[in-house]
Protein backbone atom coordinates (compact mmCIF):
# COMPACT_ATOMS: atom_id res chain seq x y z
CA UNK A 1 0.00 0.00 0.00
CA UNK A 2 1.92 2.81 -1.32
CA UNK A 3 2.40 6.53 -0.20
CA UNK A 4 2.63 9.12 -2.80
CA UNK A 5 4.00 12.31 -2.72
CA UNK A 6 2.95 14.58 -5.45
CA UNK A 7 1.68 18.24 -6.30
CA UNK A 8 -1.14 19.91 -5.59
CA UNK A 9 -4.35 19.78 -7.34
CA UNK A 10 -7.33 21.60 -7.08
CA UNK A 11 -9.22 18.92 -6.27
CA UNK A 12 -7.37 18.00 -3.36
CA UNK A 13 -8.49 21.22 -1.33
CA UNK A 14 -11.67 19.34 -0.06
CA UNK A 15 -9.97 16.65 1.86
CA UNK A 16 -6.65 19.09 2.97
CA UNK A 17 -9.83 21.26 5.08
CA UNK A 18 -10.86 18.08 6.66
CA UNK A 19 -7.70 17.51 7.67
CA UNK A 20 -7.28 21.14 9.03
CA UNK A 21 -10.93 20.89 9.69
CA UNK A 22 -9.48 17.49 12.20
CA UNK A 23 -6.46 19.70 13.35
CA UNK A 24 -6.37 21.79 16.64
CA UNK A 25 -9.79 21.05 17.91
CA UNK A 26 -11.17 22.79 14.73
CA UNK A 27 -8.68 25.81 15.37
CA UNK A 28 -6.39 25.58 12.45
CA UNK A 29 -5.49 28.99 10.12
CA UNK A 30 -4.93 26.65 7.39
CA UNK A 31 -8.43 26.97 5.76
CA UNK A 32 -7.77 30.84 5.82
CA UNK A 33 -4.51 30.86 3.67
CA UNK A 34 -4.72 27.92 1.35
CA UNK A 35 -5.94 29.92 -1.39
CA UNK A 36 -3.23 32.35 -0.99
CA UNK A 37 -0.95 29.71 -1.38
CA UNK A 38 -2.60 27.90 -4.67
CA UNK A 39 -2.44 31.26 -5.89
CA UNK A 40 1.28 32.11 -5.10
CA UNK A 41 3.74 31.00 -7.67
CA UNK A 42 6.13 31.04 -5.14
CA UNK A 43 4.45 28.50 -2.91
CA UNK A 44 5.10 24.93 -3.35
CA UNK A 45 2.02 22.78 -2.75
CA UNK A 46 2.54 18.87 -2.24
CA UNK A 47 -0.05 16.11 -0.94
CA UNK A 48 0.94 12.90 -0.11
CA UNK A 49 -1.86 10.07 -1.41
CA UNK A 50 -2.78 6.60 -0.04
CA UNK A 51 -5.41 4.39 -1.85
CA UNK A 52 -6.59 7.56 -3.86
CA UNK A 53 -7.00 9.68 -0.74
CA UNK A 54 -5.16 12.68 0.86
CA UNK A 55 -3.53 11.82 4.28
CA UNK A 56 -1.05 14.78 4.06
CA UNK A 57 -0.32 18.24 3.08
CA UNK A 58 2.59 20.79 3.42
CA UNK A 59 3.42 23.70 2.18
CA UNK A 60 7.02 25.35 1.21
CA UNK A 61 6.79 29.03 0.30
CA UNK A 62 9.87 30.25 -1.35
CA UNK A 63 10.22 34.13 0.39
CA UNK A 64 13.43 36.74 0.56
CA UNK A 65 13.84 37.04 -3.23
CA UNK A 66 15.02 32.70 -3.48
CA UNK A 67 17.13 33.28 -0.14
CA UNK A 68 14.58 31.02 2.11
CA UNK A 69 12.03 28.15 1.50
CA UNK A 70 9.70 28.80 4.54
CA UNK A 71 7.98 25.22 5.52
CA UNK A 72 4.46 25.40 6.76
CA UNK A 73 1.50 23.64 6.34
CA UNK A 74 2.51 20.17 7.31
CA UNK A 75 -0.68 18.46 8.34
CA UNK A 76 -1.00 14.36 8.50
CA UNK A 77 -4.77 13.02 8.71
CA UNK A 78 -4.78 11.82 12.12
CA UNK A 79 -5.53 8.31 11.21
CA UNK A 80 -2.67 8.04 9.76
CA UNK A 81 0.27 9.76 12.00
CA UNK A 82 2.81 8.02 13.45
CA UNK A 83 3.15 6.05 10.97
CA UNK A 84 7.08 8.35 9.63
CA UNK A 85 4.56 9.95 6.96
CA UNK A 86 5.32 13.34 8.72
CA UNK A 87 9.31 12.35 8.63
CA UNK A 88 8.50 11.59 4.66
CA UNK A 89 6.74 15.15 3.68
CA UNK A 90 9.34 16.99 5.86
CA UNK A 91 12.34 15.35 3.63
CA UNK A 92 10.51 15.74 0.44
CA UNK A 93 9.91 19.66 1.34
CA UNK A 94 13.82 19.68 2.29
CA UNK A 95 14.49 18.17 -1.22
CA UNK A 96 12.27 20.71 -2.96
CA UNK A 97 13.95 23.92 -1.05
CA UNK A 98 17.62 22.34 -2.30
CA UNK A 99 16.00 21.42 -5.69
CA UNK A 100 15.12 25.12 -6.05
CA UNK A 101 18.42 26.69 -4.65
CA UNK A 102 17.37 28.42 -1.61
CA UNK A 103 20.05 28.97 0.76
CA UNK A 104 17.93 28.01 3.96
CA UNK A 105 14.64 26.53 5.04
CA UNK A 106 12.87 27.80 8.13
CA UNK A 107 9.51 27.36 10.25
CA UNK A 108 7.95 28.52 13.52
CA UNK A 109 6.91 25.79 15.99
CA UNK A 110 5.46 25.56 18.92
CA UNK A 111 7.95 24.13 21.27
CA UNK A 112 4.70 21.86 23.27
CA UNK A 113 4.34 20.35 19.91
CA UNK A 114 7.15 17.25 20.45
CA UNK A 115 6.44 15.80 16.73
CA UNK A 116 6.63 19.09 14.82
CA UNK A 117 10.58 19.43 17.10
CA UNK A 118 11.55 16.16 16.05
CA UNK A 119 10.90 16.12 12.37
CA UNK A 120 13.01 19.76 12.42
CA UNK A 121 16.03 18.26 14.57
CA UNK A 122 15.55 14.94 12.40
CA UNK A 123 16.12 17.19 9.00
CA UNK A 124 19.21 19.00 11.13
CA UNK A 125 16.97 22.47 11.76
CA UNK A 126 18.58 23.92 15.01
CA UNK A 127 16.58 26.83 16.72
CA UNK A 128 17.55 30.56 16.47
CA UNK A 129 15.32 32.00 19.31
CA UNK A 130 11.90 31.60 21.16
CA UNK A 131 9.01 33.51 21.98
CA UNK A 132 5.99 33.86 24.46
CA UNK A 133 2.65 33.86 23.20
CA UNK A 134 -0.40 34.09 25.27
CA UNK A 135 -4.16 33.82 23.78
CA UNK A 136 -6.67 35.57 25.75
CA UNK A 137 -10.38 36.53 25.22
CA UNK A 138 -10.78 40.41 24.98
CA UNK A 139 -13.47 40.84 26.97
CA UNK A 140 -11.68 39.40 29.69
CA UNK A 141 -9.40 42.66 30.27
CA UNK A 142 -12.57 44.64 31.19
CA UNK A 143 -11.81 48.44 31.64
CA UNK A 144 -7.52 47.53 32.16
CA UNK A 145 -5.71 50.09 30.64
CA UNK A 146 -1.95 50.86 30.68
CA UNK A 147 -0.71 54.36 29.14
CA UNK A 148 2.29 55.45 30.72
CA UNK A 149 4.21 55.16 27.22
CA UNK A 150 2.23 56.64 24.64
CA UNK A 151 2.00 54.74 21.56
CA UNK A 152 1.62 55.40 17.55
CA UNK A 153 0.98 54.10 14.50
CA UNK A 154 4.50 53.75 11.77
CA UNK A 155 4.86 53.17 8.40
CA UNK A 156 7.57 50.20 7.58
CA UNK A 157 10.43 52.63 7.09
CA UNK A 158 10.07 54.17 10.43
CA UNK A 159 9.96 50.48 11.69
CA UNK A 160 13.36 49.82 10.36
CA UNK A 161 14.83 53.28 11.62
CA UNK A 162 13.05 52.26 15.09
CA UNK A 163 14.49 48.62 15.12
CA UNK A 164 18.22 50.43 14.25
CA UNK A 165 17.67 52.91 16.63
CA UNK A 166 16.89 50.14 19.49
CA UNK A 167 19.59 47.94 18.79
CA UNK A 168 18.95 44.54 20.48
CA UNK A 169 15.39 44.87 20.67
CA UNK A 170 14.82 41.72 18.37
CA UNK A 171 15.99 38.45 19.15
CA UNK A 172 18.00 37.29 15.88
CA UNK A 173 16.94 40.33 13.96
CA UNK A 174 14.01 38.54 13.13
CA UNK A 175 10.70 40.07 13.07
CA UNK A 176 7.94 37.41 14.17
CA UNK A 177 4.29 38.29 13.00
CA UNK A 178 1.47 35.97 13.58
CA UNK A 179 2.97 32.33 12.82
CA UNK A 180 5.61 33.94 10.10
CA UNK A 181 9.03 35.53 10.62
CA UNK A 182 11.06 37.85 8.20
CA UNK A 183 14.99 39.16 8.96
CA UNK A 184 14.12 42.84 10.14
CA UNK A 185 15.71 44.60 6.29
CA UNK A 186 14.16 47.09 5.14
CA UNK A 187 12.85 45.00 1.57
CA UNK A 188 11.10 42.54 4.50
CA UNK A 189 9.73 45.63 6.65
CA UNK A 190 7.91 46.60 3.79
CA UNK A 191 6.43 43.07 3.19
CA UNK A 192 4.90 42.89 6.05
CA UNK A 193 3.72 46.22 6.20
CA UNK A 194 1.32 45.47 3.28
CA UNK A 195 -0.82 42.90 5.57
CA UNK A 196 0.00 44.22 8.79
CA UNK A 197 0.56 47.43 10.53
CA UNK A 198 3.29 48.69 13.16
CA UNK A 199 3.45 50.95 16.26
CA UNK A 200 6.09 52.47 17.81
CA UNK A 201 6.22 53.57 22.10
CA UNK A 202 8.59 56.44 23.15
CA UNK A 203 9.93 57.75 26.60
CA UNK A 204 12.45 60.42 27.03
CA UNK A 205 12.47 60.51 22.92
CA UNK A 206 13.89 57.12 22.69
CA UNK A 207 12.41 53.87 20.95
CA UNK A 208 11.46 51.82 23.86
CA UNK A 209 8.73 49.25 21.93
CA UNK A 210 8.05 48.51 18.38
CA UNK A 211 5.12 46.29 17.55
CA UNK A 212 3.18 44.75 14.79
CA UNK A 213 -0.58 43.45 14.18
CA UNK A 214 -2.99 42.46 12.14
CA UNK A 215 -6.37 40.43 12.48
CA UNK A 216 -6.11 36.36 11.97
CA UNK A 217 -8.88 33.87 11.76
CA UNK A 218 -8.02 30.23 12.90
CA UNK A 219 -10.86 28.30 12.58
CA UNK A 220 -14.37 30.18 13.21
CA UNK A 221 -12.50 32.10 15.79
CA UNK A 222 -11.60 35.64 14.52
CA UNK A 223 -8.32 37.25 16.66
CA UNK A 224 -6.27 40.21 16.40
CA UNK A 225 -2.07 38.94 16.75
CA UNK A 226 0.15 41.66 17.89
CA UNK A 227 3.93 40.69 18.54
CA UNK A 228 5.67 43.48 20.83
CA UNK A 229 9.06 43.82 21.72
CA UNK A 230 10.07 46.03 24.23
CA UNK A 231 12.91 47.00 26.48
CA UNK A 232 11.21 47.05 30.03
CA UNK A 233 7.86 45.98 31.57
CA UNK A 234 6.20 49.36 31.48
CA UNK A 235 6.81 49.37 28.00
CA UNK A 236 5.90 46.27 26.98
CA UNK A 237 2.05 46.81 28.88
CA UNK A 238 1.82 49.97 27.00
CA UNK A 239 2.35 48.26 24.09
CA UNK A 240 -0.09 45.65 25.26
CA UNK A 241 -3.06 48.09 26.05
CA UNK A 242 -2.71 49.92 22.66
CA UNK A 243 -3.58 46.97 21.06
CA UNK A 244 -5.95 45.43 23.50
CA UNK A 245 -7.46 48.93 22.60
CA UNK A 246 -7.66 48.12 19.00
CA UNK A 247 -9.05 44.74 18.95
CA UNK A 248 -11.86 46.12 21.00
CA UNK A 249 -12.45 49.13 18.52
CA UNK A 250 -12.45 45.69 15.35
CA UNK A 251 -15.02 44.10 17.53
CA UNK A 252 -12.15 41.10 17.42
CA UNK A 253 -12.92 38.72 20.24
CA UNK A 254 -9.64 36.90 20.55
CA UNK A 255 -6.13 38.63 21.25
CA UNK A 256 -2.63 36.38 20.23
CA UNK A 257 -0.15 38.22 21.62
CA UNK A 258 3.81 37.36 21.04
CA UNK A 259 6.54 38.76 23.16
CA UNK A 260 10.15 38.28 24.57
CA UNK A 261 10.17 35.51 27.38
CA UNK A 262 11.01 38.31 30.10
CA UNK A 263 7.01 39.90 30.04
CA UNK A 264 5.76 36.22 30.98
CA UNK A 265 6.57 38.31 34.04
CA UNK A 266 3.75 40.46 33.52
CA UNK A 267 1.19 37.09 33.49
CA UNK A 268 1.42 36.88 37.60
CA UNK A 269 1.32 41.15 38.16
CA UNK A 270 -1.03 41.69 36.10
CA UNK A 271 -5.09 40.86 37.44
CA UNK A 272 -6.87 39.64 33.60
CA UNK A 273 -3.49 38.23 32.73
CA UNK A 274 -3.47 35.33 35.89
CA UNK A 275 -6.57 34.03 34.87
CA UNK A 276 -6.87 31.73 31.90
CA UNK A 277 -5.86 32.09 28.45
CA UNK A 278 -3.56 29.55 26.70
CA UNK A 279 0.06 30.18 26.97
CA UNK A 280 3.19 28.45 24.64
CA UNK A 281 6.33 29.39 23.42
CA UNK A 282 7.33 29.35 19.70
CA UNK A 283 10.42 28.64 18.30
CA UNK A 284 12.59 29.84 15.37
CA UNK A 285 14.15 26.77 13.43
CA UNK A 286 16.76 27.62 10.68
CA UNK A 287 18.39 24.92 8.50
CA UNK A 288 21.30 26.20 6.05
CA UNK A 289 21.79 24.56 2.46
CA UNK A 290 23.53 26.94 1.04
CA UNK A 291 25.82 29.57 1.82
CA UNK A 292 25.33 32.77 0.21
CA UNK A 293 28.08 33.39 -2.76
CA UNK A 294 29.47 37.12 -3.55
C1 LIG B 1 3.25 17.04 13.36
C2 LIG B 1 2.70 15.95 12.44
C3 LIG B 1 2.71 16.48 11.02
C4 LIG B 1 3.60 14.73 12.56
O1 LIG B 1 3.15 13.77 11.63
P1 LIG B 1 3.39 12.20 11.85
O2 LIG B 1 3.15 11.54 10.54
O3 LIG B 1 2.60 11.73 13.01
O4 LIG B 1 4.94 12.18 12.21
P2 LIG B 1 5.92 10.94 12.17
O5 LIG B 1 5.12 9.67 12.29
O6 LIG B 1 6.79 11.07 10.95
O7 LIG B 1 6.72 11.16 13.49
C5 LIG B 1 7.80 12.05 13.59
C6 LIG B 1 8.48 11.88 14.93
O8 LIG B 1 7.64 12.44 15.94
C7 LIG B 1 7.30 11.44 16.90
N1 LIG B 1 5.92 11.64 17.28
C8 LIG B 1 4.85 11.57 16.48
N2 LIG B 1 3.75 11.89 17.19
C9 LIG B 1 4.15 12.16 18.46
C10 LIG B 1 3.49 12.54 19.64
N3 LIG B 1 2.17 12.73 19.66
N4 LIG B 1 4.23 12.76 20.76
C11 LIG B 1 5.57 12.60 20.75
N5 LIG B 1 6.27 12.24 19.63
C12 LIG B 1 5.55 12.01 18.50
C13 LIG B 1 7.48 10.12 16.18
O9 LIG B 1 7.75 9.07 17.09
C14 LIG B 1 8.67 10.42 15.31
O10 LIG B 1 9.87 10.36 16.05
P3 LIG B 1 10.92 9.17 15.77
O11 LIG B 1 11.41 9.41 14.36
O12 LIG B 1 11.97 9.38 16.80
O13 LIG B 1 10.13 7.93 15.92
C15 LIG B 1 1.27 15.53 12.84
O14 LIG B 1 1.29 15.15 14.20
C16 LIG B 1 0.24 16.61 12.65
O15 LIG B 1 -0.36 16.73 11.58
N6 LIG B 1 0.01 17.41 13.70
C17 LIG B 1 -0.92 18.53 13.66
C18 LIG B 1 -0.38 19.66 12.83
C19 LIG B 1 1.02 20.08 13.22
O16 LIG B 1 1.35 20.11 14.39
N7 LIG B 1 1.82 20.42 12.20
C20 LIG B 1 3.18 20.83 12.38
C21 LIG B 1 3.30 22.17 12.97
S1 LIG B 1 3.43 23.43 11.84
Known sequence: MAYEIRAF??????????????????????????DKWIADPNSHLYVMDHESRVVSVANLKVIEAGRTGWMEGL??????????????????VVKVGSDLG??????????????SLKLAREIGMSERFRMSVLWKGVSEARAWKHESVPIRKIDSDRTFDALREAVD????????????????TQENLREIGKVADFWEGRREGRTVSVSVGLAAEEGDERLWSCTIYAIDLDAFLSN???????AKQ???????????????AAYKQVAWLKRGGHRMRLGLFEKQLFSRSG
Not at 170 to 181: C, Q, R, S
Not at 240 to 246: D, I
Not at 251 to 257: N, R, S, T
Open 240 to 246: LSHHLQL
Open 9 to 34: KLSDKPQILEIARRTWGGHDHLPHVI
Open 75 to 92: RVHPRYRKRGLGALMTQH
Open 169 to 184: LLPGNVVVYYWYALDA
Open 102 to 115: VERLRLTAALDNRP
Open 250 to 264: LKLPGLMCIHQLAFE
